[in-house]
């Protein structure tokens, strides 16, 4: 959908940067699975792991690289399935959370606005308040560890409300703005009750912030690019509108980014284009296929001599 609003085909992305808390697998990454997915072809992959802030991570990251001239476009994806790690016997955190994804594209542009300031910050001294374990045994033969997420509630409550505020402060200080510059606030979805306390701290009315956390629960690294995709549809988010995102999650982390939203013009509706588009899709699935068929054959034909992957040949 990002790329249909954004009217590129897949080939045209040369970075992909997923964040997520809950990959389907350790590795590969989850972006390296989607560049399949999409063939994106001509397009580097990895993920982060900033827990709820991992979008502004990688909005920073992708940002970067497009103003350093390394990249001229990057598809920038949150996406969580916190269903598959919650512990549903324990009540004070299966009911907040929920699953969804969000992507941006990001273009180089010599257009004033756009991303215009980031800042990230951790402290991992506080990494014992909200983690959620990986199964994984903690020494080579030990047992494995249970799977289930953590979480030190009034604490993370006390942590998101002053990081909020000062790192909304932050950015907005490094563009050289003040708040009254600022149109709409765009806070991560974790709580209600945090983002009023923020509000409160920043004195500004709730009015200024887009919350839709009561549809959703907390979605974690999606739960910014989810919120900014509905306040676009719904009007709250307009062009020429200054933004600030603001996250935090485990780890500790947290961030923000100052950005100017440009308008979005969806190309006109093209039969062939979407039939090129579809096409595109099938086709990446059909390359994906032959390419492990090619790779099996190439095992089979072309295997050289000597100790292959600890296997030895009769002597």
């Known amino acids: 959908q990002a790329l249909a609003k954004a009217d590129m085909l897949p080939d045209e992305i040369e970075l992909i940067i997923v964040a997520t808390s809950t990959p389907y697998y350790y590795f590969p990454s989850t972006a390296c699975l989607i ?5 994106a072809t001509n397009a580097g992959a990895f993920d982060i792991v900033a827990a709820c802030t991992g979008f ?11 103003k350093a001239g390394g990249v001229n476009t990057a598809l920038i994806i949150g996406t969580e399935t916190l269903s598959r790690i919650m512990d549903w016997q324990d009540r004070s955190t299966c009911i907040l959370f929920g699953d969804g994804a969000g992507a941006f594209v990001l273009k180089v542009s010599d257009a004033p606005g756009g991303i215009q300031d980031v800042v990230m910050h951790s402290d991992g001294s506080g990494a014992d308040l909200l983690y959620a374990s990986t199964g994984i045994r903690e020494t080579w033969d030990g047992d494995a560890s249970e799977q289930r997420l953590y979480m030190n509630g009034r604490e993370v409550f006390r942590f998101a409300t002053r990081v909020m505020a000062s790192a909304t402060h932050e950015v907005v200080a490094k563009a050289g703005l003040t708040l009254d510059d600022i149109d709409v606030i765009v806070p991560h979805q974790a709580n209600q009750r945090i983002i009023q306390a923020a509000a409160k701290t920043m004195k500004l009315p709730m009015e200024r912030f887009f919350v839709n956390l009561d549809h959703y629960g ?14 676009v549809e719904k009007g709250a988010i307009k062009a020429q ?5 603001v996250g935090f999650g485990a780890g500790l982390t947290w961030g923000a980014a100052l950005l100017e939203w ?3 013009e969806e190309p006109p509706r093209s039969a062939v284009r979407e039939l090129v ?11 994906s296929f032959l390419s492990r068929v090619l790779r099996f054959l190439e095992r089979v034909i072309f295997r050289p001599p000597g100790e292959v992957y600890g296997e030895k040949l009769d002597k």
């Open 35 to 39: 560049q399949d997915k999409l063939g």
């Open 262 to 264: 440009d308008s979005i």
């Open 241 to 245: 509108d200054k933004i600030v995102l």
């Open 56 to 66: 502004i991570y990688a909005l920073g990251l992708a940002s970067a690289q497009i």
């Open 277 to 287: 588009r579809s096409a595109w899709y099938i086709l990446a699935r059909m390359r």
């Open 218 to 231: 907390n979605t974690s690294a999606a739960s910014i690019p989810l919120a900014i995709g509905e306040a």
